[in-house]
């Protein structure tokens, strides 16, 4: 193999792998990924998946293509025996910038875990050029600024296939991109990316700005249109249409050239709904099916039959709704077909809350996802659960044999092979490489919770996964970390409901803790990674608050030696890769009922991380899995939460007023230190938020968080042997949380493929 290899690479670079330079190898390993993908596609005989998302957020594609074609150590040997590093190539990568945060996130998943199951399915998005924006930090604050991933050797390739979209009037032509999704020792899948020739990278201005009204030089610039004026807003229907008008186009096609007749479409095709951008593709695809002979009613029962909704939020703020007079200026000729749904839904019940067209003239994109789709499913059990109970009851109501939970999960080839390649080993040493596509044999791990010398060894992989962390921190962001500290880690999308500011306040107490000469057992070091959208001010806040207290603690030599405050640029999938096998402690402190699952605190349990959380998605069932001697569980529960919220009468001056350390940690937010290094507005504008709002209940969750946060830390500190036993329990128990668990309960309860 090994051979074979170095001889594709240098036919592919025309001249011995040793004198091509770095870009030329990079080029040829692309194509040689290419050549073997296209071996592994398979026909496609029964239903065939579609799964359509305003994201994917795949990350390098190279080494994870390597590792799923089964050629990686021979490359790495091969192309090391040349005298070229693989790791050094990868840095030639740019990461594809087509995703914002889980959601995109859990479509790559779900991309790999189809492929390696061998199940047909495909991923209809698009490509947005500059995807979500590039973060640095300057003078303490966001900035943002492209992030051009296009290169000339991309994964995406042109193809001839080109749809008309019409749209405002006028017609657009959306051409196909498409980028090969190899599975593990699996079938290769597609993941098609539609775009317009005519998209002109030159109308960026300054930053992110750009002229919203040219819309077939601006529709795929970037993902997610600043969407707080209206403009954006107009921006963001147009591109959701691009993508599901021509996307269903696509599948109308692929279904009749396998023999569809249009009326058995749900035999040909399931289509799977990831939130609500894609929910156009309902009324289009019943706009597509008239055009091709099928009649109105049996049209919106085909599309019934063959499209199924994902729901991955409660956050009411975050369900679209579209004016009416928006779409009547992007797609008019879906508006009668959105009218006849809202008539047809409200003939089936009196309950008004469930219309489409509600009387202000909003259309609920959500409630038209669950009328006429045949599956509402939600992201976790409890998500699900609150989704029954209140967000979605007048719906469950309605149908609730539609609604189901199908629990997030993970690819453990990209979160665990190629992002920690020393636990991987390891793990293959002690119980053999059965886990890799059977999760659950993680479990024969258990047995070494009682052996010290492989609690040793686990420990001194995660050591040695910190000192590589803290070398990649020195020399990207020139900042020293001390890898005997504890590591704590808050990753994630900036968002109050999240919880970014409890963790600050955390950091504030710890300070005046350290200053009162109460010294921790073991020096701190907390490393965020987070990106606030450009609109989202408070978010920002947040942000400046941080690295400005990052700087006060790295100021005063009494802090300094205990705690750190990191804040690492551009968090994306590449940057996950590097922090989630060095963490110590994951941070899921998102408020109770707020986070629908959360697959970042996957990713640090399968790590040997601790979660740190409090009853929200997933970490439910992480503690059910695990037990509760095996996580630090802490606040409000759910229950507390809606109950708290339902009365309304959550006031948070009144928990600023009496509780001195609450007071001590907020108000420090504007005191002189802070605003001497400092924006006084920005840090003021966060301060009269938490003690005036604080809508995302920090307060109440505060003490709760520093004990069992200080309870982590004494653990840790006194007892490695004990710590190390539970870490190991996490990644025995993490074997759920496989993606391939997933998809195979998708396949059996929704999309019956094959
Ligand atoms: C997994 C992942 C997320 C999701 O993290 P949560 O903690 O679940 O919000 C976001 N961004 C990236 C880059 C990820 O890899």
Redesign the pocket.
């Known amino acids: 193999m090994k051979q074979w290899i170095g001889e594709r690479l240098t036919a592919l670079c025309g001249c011995p792998i040793g004198e091509a330079d770095d870009r030329q190898v990079y080029a040829a390993l692309l194509k040689l990924v290419r050549e073997l993908s296209e071996t592994k596609q398979q026909p496609v005989t029964g239903r065939k998946l579609y799964y359509i998302s305003a994201e994917f957020?795949v990350g390098k594609l190279l080494s994870n293509n390597l590792i799923n074609l089964g050629i990686y150590d021979e490359t790495r040997q091969c192309l090391e025996e040349n005298g070229k590093s693989l790791s050094e190539l990868e840095e030639l990568e740019p990461e594809p910038s087509l995703g914002n945060?889980?959601l995109g996130?859990l479509a790559a998943c779900f991309l790999d875990s189809l492929a390696t199951l061998n199940l047909p399915g495909d991923g209809i998005g698009l490509r947005y050029h500059c995807g979500l924006f590039r973060q640095d930090f300057r003078g303490g604050v966001q900035n943002e600024t492209p992030d051009r991933w296009l290169t000339d050797d991309s994964w995406a390739q042109c193809t001839e296939t080109v749809y008309p979209v019409t749209m405002g009037g006028k017609t657009y032509a959306a051409r196909l991109y498409r980028l090969p999704v190899t599975g593990y020792h699996g079938r290769t899948n597609w993941l098609n990316l539609f775009d317009l020739d005519t998209v002109n990278e030159g109308l960026i201005g300054e930053g992110i700005s750009f002229d919203q009204t040219k819309i077939e030089e601006n529709l795929t610039l970037f993902l997610y249109p600043d969407d707080s004026q209206e403009a954006g807003r107009v921006l963001r229907i147009y591109q959701q249409y691009l993508m599901v008008s021509a996307g269903a186009q696509l599948i109308l096609d692929e279904c009749a050239a396998r023999g569809c007749n249009f009326h058995d479409l749900d035999k040909y095709a399931a289509i799977q709904i990831n939130d609500t951008h894609p929910s156009m593709v309902i009324p289009e695809l019943i706009r597509l099916l008239e055009q091709r002979g099928v009649e109105f009613d049996e049209a919106v029962q085909i599309v019934t039959r063959t499209c199924a909704y994902t729901n991955h939020t409660i956050l009411a703020e975050a369900l679209e709704k579209w004016p009416r007079a928006y779409l009547e200026q992007v797609v008019p000729q879906l508006l009668p077909i959105i009218e006849e749904l809202d008539t047809l839904a409200r003939s089936r019940t009196e309950d008004a809350s469930t219309a489409i067209v509600d009387e202000k003239g909003l259309v609920h994109m959500a409630h038209m996802d669950i009328h006429f789709t045949h599956s509402v499913n939600g992201v976790a059990a409890l998500h699900t659960q609150i989704l029954k109970d209140s967000e979605l009851a007048n719906f469950y109501a309605l149908y609730p044999e539609k609604f189901n939970n199908k629990t997030n999960g993970i690819t453990f080839r990209r979160w665990l092979l190629e992002c920690n390649p020393a636990l991987t080993q390891e793990i293959a040493q002690r119980i053999g490489t059965g886990f890799e596509q059977d999760a659950g044999q993680l479990e024969r791990l258990l047995p070494l919770t009682e052996d010290e010398e492989a609690l040793r060894r686990f420990a001194a992989i995660k050591a040695e996964n910190k000192v590589r962390l803290a070398d990649w921190l020195r020399q990207k962001q020139g900042v020293q970390i001390n890898p005997q500290a504890m590591f704590a880690i808050q990753s994630?999308?900036l968002h109050e409901y999240k919880r970014q500011q409890l963790n600050l306040l955390y950091l504030i107490h710890q300070y005046f803790e350290i200053k009162a000469g109460h010294t921790p057992p073991v020096p701190l070091v907390s490393i965020f990674g987070a990106k606030a959208a450009p609109a989202y001010t408070i978010a920002k806040d947040i942000i400046h608050a941080l690295l400005t207290l990052s700087q006060v603690v790295a100021n005063d030599p009494e802090t300094a030696p205990w705690l750190q405050i990191v804040f690492v640029e551009n968090?994306?999938?590449t940057v996950?890769e590097k922090l989630i096998p060095a963490c110590d402690l994951s941070e899921q402190i998102s408020l109770a009922s707020k986070e629908a699952s959360?697959?970042?605190?996957m990713?640090f349990m399968l790590n040997g991380a601790l979660t740190l959380g409090t009853m929200d998605g997933a970490n439910v069932e992480i503690a059910q899995r695990v037990g509760m001697e095996n996580i630090y569980i802490f606040g409000q529960s759910s229950e507390q939460v809606i109950h708290r919220y339902r009365q309304g009468d959550y006031c948070a001056r009144q928990w600023y007023e009496a509780d001195p350390n609450i007071r001590r940690a907020v108000d420090f937010i504007t005191d002189e230190q802070m605003c001497a290094l400092g924006h006084e507005e920005s840090l003021k504008r966060l301060h009269d938020e938490l003690v005036g709002k604080d809508w995302f209940q920090t307060l109440p969750d505060f003490n709760a968080y520093v004990v069992r946060k200080n309870q982590a830390l004494a653990d840790y500190a006194c007892d490695s042997l004990g710590w190390s036993r539970k870490c190991l329990i996490n990644i025995a128990k993490a074997g759920y949380f496989s993606s391939d668990r997933t998809i195979a309960e998708y396949n059996r309860d929704i999309w019956h493929l094959g």
Do not use: D, S
């Open positions: 957020l945060g889980g996130r994630k999308r968090y994306n999938v996950a959360g697959t970042g605190n990713k």
